[in-house]
């Protein structure tokens, strides 16, 4: 169990309850001059996530295409740990640990575009807590079940503070249909405590399907209580996502797949610890720990995202 003062204790025979969220959601200074408008700044802090659409452009996009293809296919990849497949069938759910497994990703994570952004929201130099890609495939995309993200990091992964962000890039048409992250607007400025103990080795189940550290029907009510907002988007957008924002995402029934690149920032001043649940940490694939490195932030062009 992790001796660092508990700020956001969930699960350990605790019942489901909401607080109020102790921490900022922007840390920057007002004073510093963000790098996106500062309309949309606000609306990060209000909502909790915001759309980018069209980022990047389609010849960036066509070449992430191709990695994010290479990837899937390789059979070197699918004997990888890294390699989680949907349950009951071979058809790969999720990549973890992109950055180190591609170099074309591995330079998308560190793209000014993206990192920019999540150093100043952050206000702190920032490293890669959790990379991954997500393949839906079309008619066998299973769901990911309404969760905060910081929930698990922090009683499993030991991050002290939701001083953390996820960015999710679209390199398939995100559409209303085919399964695009559902949100929940204003969810993240409460912390939901959930009940339950963890299970050992509980990521192997949960990067499948999760049923540990899910709020309870009653409290997922009210945080829906500022509605739900599908956040779909062309290939080559951007969704930027508090770790705290409570979010799911249905199953893709449609012939249209959808896949996408995931990187969360962490910022290097709330690097993680010994988790706050009496398990072992979870594997370095799923949550940097030893190999930790504060990213060097450039600007890519799109032939240096080609394989």
Request: with cysteine; charged share 25%.
């Amino acid at each position: 169990m992790n001796i660092a003062e508990d700020l956001y204790p969930s699960r350990g025979g605790r019942s489901a309850e909401m607080t109020t969220r102790l921490d900022p959601v922007v840390w920057a200074d007002p004073q510093t001059e963000p790098p996106l408008p500062r309309a949309l700044i606000e609306q990060y802090e209000r909502d909790g996530f915001l759309v980018l659409p069209n980022l990047f452009s389609a010849e960036e996009v066509s070449a992430l295409q191709q990695e994010l293809e290479r990837l899937r296919n390789d059979a070197w990849t699918a004997r990888r740990q890294e390699v989680i497949t949907e349950r009951g069938s071979n058809a790969v759910r999720s990549i973890f640990r992109v950055h180190k497994l591609s170099r074309v990703f591995g330079r998308l994570a560190r793209d000014e575009r993206l990192a920019g952004v999540a150093r100043y929201l952050l206000a702190d130099d920032v490293y890669l807590h959790q990379t991954r890609l997500n393949y839906k495939p079309g008619f066998r995309g299973k769901e990911f079940y309404w969760h905060s993200d910081f929930e698990t990091w922090h009683v499993e992964d030991g991050m002290p503070r939701p001083r953390a962000l996820s960015m999710s890039i679209a390199l398939t048409d995100n559409t209303p249909h085919n399964g695009p992250l559902l949100v929940m607007p204003g969810s993240h400025k409460y912390y939901v405590i959930c009940e339950g103990e963890t299970p050992a080795d509980n990521y192997q189940q949960s990067l499948q399907q999760q049923e540990t550290g899910v709020p309870n029907d009653e409290l997922l009510t009210r945080l829906a209580g500022n509605g739900l907002v599908d956040t779909a988007g062309p290939a080559g957008s951007v969704l930027i996502f508090d770790c705290n924002l409570m979010h799911g995402s249905n199953s893709n029934i449609t012939p249209l797949p959808r896949s996408n690149a995931f990187f969360v920032y962490n910022a290097v001043s709330n690097r993680v610890g010994r988790p706050y649940c009496p398990q072992p940490p979870r594997p370095e694939f799923i949550a940097t720990r030893e190999d930790f490195e504060p990213l060097q932030i450039e600007r890519f062009s799109a032939e240096q995202f080609r394989p």
